[in-house]
């Protein structure tokens, strides 16, 4: 079992930066791929993006590429997504998760992670 709290989440002016934060628990996450994703009042989860198990590769979604850098400090089993520029359109929860498995390698689709956190709010006014 994992557990995963999110952090960072606010009410933010378009064009501003956040960080958020995944601390996790209850396994060693170095041994985990991991995931962002996002859910907007009335749409479907989506991902925002994804690191692999030892940081090196990360993959992003075309909405937020250019301006989202996952990474993740496994000696603090912490994740975190720096988004900048930000616009309304980024306004959703956020949840991080952990990829099911020993897969090393990150993955977009929500069917791949298996732990998921209770998510943080981000609201970006115009």
């Known amino acids: 079992q994992v557990q995963l709290v999110e952090s960072g989440g606010g009410l933010v002016q378009a064009g501003d930066s956040l960080r958020l934060s995944c601390a996790a628990s209850?396994?060693?996450?170095?041994?985990?791929?991991m995931g962002w994703f996002r859910q907007a009042p009335g749409k479907e989860r989506e991902p925002v993006g994804a690191?692999?198990?030892?940081?090196?590769?990360?993959v992003y979604a075309d909405s937020v590429k250019g301006r989202c850098t996952i990474s993740r400090d496994n000696a603090k089993a912490t994740v975190y997504l720096q988004m900048n520029t930000l616009k309304p359109e980024d306004t959703a929860v956020y949840y991080c998760?952990?990829?099911?498995?020993?897969?090393?390698?990150?993955?977009?689709?929500?069917?791949?992670?298996?732990?998921w956190g209770q998510g943080t709010q981000v609201t970006v006014s115009s």
């Open positions: 998760a952990v990829r099911r498995g020993s897969y090393a390698g990150p993955s977009s689709s929500a069917r791949d992670y298996e732990y």
């Open positions: 209850g396994r060693t996450i170095s041994t985990y791929a």
């Open positions: 690191i692999s198990r030892s940081g090196g590769t990360t």
